[in-house]
């Protein structure tokens, strides 16, 4: 395997997910370029909801704790009924199940700031605002682009390939002519970014009243988000509604000047999937590949996972360590849960926003009878109706051994002790950047046939430790011993088993040694299974 010649990788757009997407590759040691037609970053009333396997993603980069800086960490969402009475607060299954807040509100300008400063400091980066994307041609090895900047010249540039992250009219899903399919929904939103605010609530608050079905979301430094649904003849979508509006809206919450309204917008929302994410050395990111309503929160949140899953793979095919096909393992692995969540935001909606009286009343009853029973009450208040991330195809190996039920799901983030000095530590900071192979309690000669079967392929290989014993590292391997009582939790259904985990953290196989030769022959058309360790 060579990696292609060492072109940059061109991201097209510097919203977050663009940014993400350059982090993540600048930080496993691959150039970018990243354009923006743009003179700089948004200062739109975008997202505002980070979850915490975006967080988790920018930990990969080394940005977690930038990030947390300018976050609210939250305590998930309250739902209200058609009277604003509290039905319930959702909260997620496990606080810090994956090393992070469940729900963190932001301002978007704020985040990307915070992205774009880290990868200015970065090496092998190259951000150009002010430049677009004209052209851009599949060749020998790599793909040509076609750049102009805002006053008008023209630039070609060679790339590996090219990443569109350029939104909904995203310029490089119409230039290589792929649709979208889905729904446009004509309802007008009207939302608000405000400051001076008195709310002081760590949750999202989604009040399903018929008549203004209605969110509130607090942030920091009595910053506060208002969404109001609009009625015929209050507002058409693509435009800045007058501050007299703002105002009723706003007032029975709070008193409001002009000052205070920072940013404003009319809008009108899609349920859409791109019919193909990849074209040739072109990929499709965040909106760019899929757009839904904003109820579940999920817009960026998705796009973020894009980035997670793409980073890794255009990484390990730069670096000559894996073959192109692995690049094409990205739709099948990410284009189910987006469509999903697409799905169950548009159903989500429906049910907490809709000005339907009688569908509202329905709604009340159905929950209220749904908290008395423990299970259901658990279902709602766990979030447990969020479509779940699973790898069903791609970078996965079922061998037909035992309890699979990690394989394609994400692995939590316990805290874990590392010797020698056994101080806890979040496990993805010892899992490193690349795949891992964890051992769960296994035995020297399991790891011995393990290894002959793997070959010398590039793998940070670590005994985990279960139940209070402490961790030994042995034959160059990391140990690793339960810290919180969560590593036992998340791997004691594959004691004396191997759990090979990709970078992104999602589960590629569970097997015995026994069944470890299976496992490189099923991955052996992706991997280089004989480069260094």
Same mark, same amino acid.
């Given at each position: 395997?060579?990696?292609?010649?060492?072109?940059?990788?061109?991201?097209?757009?510097?919203?977050?997910?663009?940014l993400a997407a350059a982090n993540l590759l600048a930080a496993r040691g691959v150039p970018v370029v990243l354009v923006e037609r743009n003179s700089a970053t948004s200062d739109e009333a975008k997202a505002i909801s980070l979850d915490d396997e975006s967080l988790r993603t920018l930990q990969a980069a080394g940005l977690d704790e930038a990030v947390l800086e300018?976050?609210?960490?939250?305590?998930?969402?309250?739902?209200?009924?058609?009277?604003?009475?509290?039905?319930?607060?959702?909260?997620?299954?496990?606080?810090?199940?994956?090393?992070?807040?469940?729900?963190?509100?932001?301002?978007?300008?704020?985040?990307?700031?915070?992205?774009?400063?880290?990868?200015?400091?970065?090496?092998?980066?190259?951000?150009?605002?002010?430049?677009?994307?004209?052209?851009?041609?599949?060749?020998?090895?790599?793909?040509?682009?076609?750049?102009?900047?805002?006053?008008?010249?023209?630039?070609?540039?060679?790339?590996?390939?090219?990443?569109?992250?350029?939104?909904?009219?995203?310029?490089?899903?119409?230039?290589?002519?792929?649709?979208?399919?889905?729904?446009?929904?004509?309802?007008?939103?009207?939302?608000?970014?405000?400051?001076?605010?008195?709310?002081?609530?760590?949750?999202?608050?989604?009040?399903?009243?018929?008549?203004?079905?209605?969110?509130?979301?607090?942030?920091?430094?009595?910053?506060?988000?208002?969404?109001?649904?609009?009625r015929p003849g209050e507002g058409e979508g693509s435009t800045r509604p007058d501050f007299a509006t703002i105002e009723r809206l706003v007032s029975p919450y709070r008193t409001i000047t002009p000052e205070q309204v920072e940013r404003a917008t009319n809008y009108t929302f899609n349920a859409v999937v791109a019919d193909r994410w990849r074209d040739g050395r072109?990929?499709?990111?965040?909106?760019?590949?899929?757009?839904?309503?904003?109820?579940?929160?999920?817009?960026?949140?998705?796009?973020?996972?894009?980035?997670?899953?793409?980073?890794?793979?255009?990484?390990?095919?730069?670096?000559?360590?894996?073959?192109?096909?692995?690049?094409?393992?990205?739709?099948?692995?990410?284009?189910?849960?987006?469509?999903?969540?697409?799905?169950?935001?548009? $159903?989500?909606?429906? &049910? =907490?926003?809709?000005?339907?009286?009688? /569908?509202? @009343?329905?709604?009340?009853? !159905? +929950?209220?009878?749904?908290?008395?029973?423990?299970?259901?009450?658990?279902?709602?208040?766990?979030?447990?109706?969020?479509?779940?991330?699973?790898?069903?195809?791609?970078?996965?190996?079922?061998?037909?051994?035992?309890?699979?039920?990690?394989?394609?799901?994400?692995?939590?983030?316990?805290?874990?002790?590392?010797?020698?000095?056994?101080?806890?530590?979040?496990?993805?900071?010892?899992?490193?950047?690349?795949?891992?192979?964890?051992?769960?309690?296994?035995?020297?000669?399991?790891?011995?046939?393990?290894?002959?079967?793997?070959?010398?392929?590039?793998? $940070?290989?670590?005994? &985990? =430790?279960?139940?209070?014993?402490?961790? /030994?590292? @042995?034959?160059?391997?990391? !140990? +690793?011993?339960?810290?919180?009582?969560?590593?036992?939790?998340?791997?004691?259904?594959?004691?004396?088993?191997?759990?090979?985990?990709?970078?992104?953290?999602?589960?590629?196989?569970?097997?015995?040694?026994?069944?470890?030769?299976?496992?490189?022959?099923?991955?052996?058309?992706?991997?280089?299974?004989?480069?260094?360790?």
């Open positions: 395997m060579t990696a292609p010649a060492n072109a940059p990788v061109l991201i097209v757009g510097a919203g977050p997910v663009g300018i976050v609210v960490p939250g305590t998930g969402t309250r739902y209200y009924d058609r009277r604003d009475r509290p039905l319930f607060q959702a909260r997620g299954p496990e606080p810090y199940r994956l090393g992070h807040p469940f729900k963190n509100q932001f301002a978007q300008p704020e985040l990307e700031r915070v992205l774009l400063q880290n990868l200015k400091d970065r090496d092998g980066v190259d951000v150009r605002f002010g430049t677009r994307l004209v052209e851009a041609e599949d060749g020998p090895g790599g793909a040509t682009a076609v750049l102009e900047t805002a006053c008008g010249t023209r630039t070609e540039l060679g790339a590996s390939w090219v990443l569109g992250c350029d939104g909904g009219r995203s310029t490089v899903r119409e230039l290589k002519g792929i649709g979208m399919t889905g729904t446009s929904h004509r309802e007008v939103w009207l939302v608000a970014d405000t400051t001076g605010d008195p709310h002081d609530e760590r949750y999202g608050m989604h009040l399903g009243r018929p008549d203004r079905p209605t969110v509130i979301v607090p942030g920091r430094d009595g910053r506060c988000r208002y969404e109001f649904r609009l072109c990929f499709l990111l965040g909106d760019a590949a899929h757009m839904m309503p904003p109820f579940a929160g999920q817009g960026l949140n998705s796009g973020v996972r894009d980035a997670a899953n793409l980073a890794w793979k255009l990484a390990e095919v730069w670096h000559g360590r894996a073959d192109e096909r692995l690049l094409d393992t990205y739709e099948p692995e990410r284009r189910p849960h987006a469509e999903a969540t697409v799905a169950f935001s548009e $159903r989500l909606g429906r &049910v =907490v926003m809709t000005v339907d009286p009688m /569908r509202g @009343r329905l709604r009340d009853t !159905a +929950v209220r009878a749904l908290l008395l029973v423990p299970w259901s009450r658990r279902y709602l208040t766990e979030m447990r109706f969020r479509p779940r991330a699973v790898h069903a195809e791609g970078v996965v190996v079922r061998t037909g051994h035992g309890d699979e039920r990690l394989v394609g799901t994400q692995l939590p983030q316990p805290r874990v002790l590392v010797p020698p000095g056994l101080r806890p530590r979040r496990l993805d900071d010892v899992l490193g950047d690349g795949p891992a192979l964890l051992g769960v309690d296994v035995t020297p000669a399991a790891w011995e046939r393990a290894g002959d079967a793997l070959g010398s392929w590039r793998l $940070r290989r670590i005994d &985990v =430790v279960l139940g209070d014993r402490l961790p /030994r590292p @042995r034959d160059g391997r990391q !140990a +690793v011993a339960d810290a919180d009582g969560r590593l036992e939790s998340a791997l004691g259904a594959a004691r004396g088993r191997f759990v090979l985990v990709k970078p992104d953290r999602y589960v590629a196989a569970v097997f015995p040694s026994a069944r470890a030769a299976r496992v490189r022959d099923a991955l052996a058309g992706y991997f280089d299974m004989e480069g260094t360790t």
